[in-house]
Antibody
Framework: EVQLVQSGAEVKKPGESLKISCKGS????????IAWVRQMPGEGLEWMGI????????RYSPSFQGQVTISVDKSISTAYLQWSTLKASDTAMYFC????????WGQGTLVTVSS | DIQMTQSPSSLSASVGDRVTITCRAS??????LAWFQQKPGKAPKSLIY???SLQSGVPSKFSGSGSGTDFTLTISSLQPEDFATYYC?????????FGQGTKLEIK
């Protein structure tokens, strides 16, 4: 069974750093793209970027380029999304999804940034 | 970036109805179009990929069509569990982009 399991909810202060994770199982992790998607409170889905675990080829949406870093450790079948300096506007639910068609999704990680 | 525009933004319908949601791309995307269903507090669920191919386990009441710039999602015989928000997404070229969503509500 294909599963993507994300790390738990986070509460952070502005200016802090954060790295959240997405662990894949039940399939050949290196061979499927992993995308990250943001959903701000009460809003729609925003595609942030995507990584191919086999060679770490990474593409970003211009809206998120320079704001976040997407990485992967294929040895433990885990993709990451990280921020070096969080802002209140980063408060959102973040989802990971498998492949260019986003056929399977993680359960989401709620990130709250508040002073 | 390719802009995806869904219509309507919201839709009221009754149990048993058949509804259609449209999605228009700002430029041609051949058939690289997916549809998702999202219920409150849940992750999106993939329904359709390649414009008209049903994901495994998705009931045949969901159907998709279109190519190029214009696409539709049709849901037949609405049931209470179908009331949710639906999104289209193009995956023809990076950055992949979503439509703004269509909220399907019970009349």
């Amino acid at each position: 069974e294909v599963q993507l399991v994300q790390s738990g909810a986070e509460v952070k202060k502005p200016g802090e750093s954060l790295k959240i994770s997405c662990k894949g199982s039940g399939y050949s992790f290196p061979n499927y793209w992993i995308a990250w998607v943001r959903q701000m409170p009460g809003e729609g889905l925003e595609w942030m970027g995507i990584i191919f675990p086999a060679d770490s080829d990474t593409r970003y949406s211009p809206s998120f380029q320079g704001q976040v870093t997407i990485s992967v450790d294929k040895s433990i079948s885990t993709a990451y999304l990280q921020w070096s300096t969080l802002k209140a506007s980063d408060t959102a639910m973040y989802f990971c999804a498998r492949s260019s068609t986003s056929d399977f999704w993680g359960q989401g990680t709620l990130v709250t940034v508040s002073s | 970036d390719i802009q995806m525009t869904q219509s309507p933004s919201s839709l009221s319908a009754s149990v048993g109805d058949r509804v259609t949601i449209t999605c228009r791309a700002s430029q041609g995307i051949t058939n690289y179009l997916a549809w998702f269903q999202q219920k409150p507090g849940k992750a999106p669920k993939s329904l359709i990929y390649a414009a008209s191919s049903l994901q495994s386990g998705v009931p045949s009441k969901f159907s998709g069509s279109g190519s190029g710039t214009d696409f539709t999602l049709t849901i037949s015989s609405l049931q209470p569990e179908d009331f949710a928000t639906y999104y289209c997404q193009q995956y023809n070229s990076h950055p992949y982009t979503f439509g703004q969503g269509t909220k399907l509500e019970i009349k």
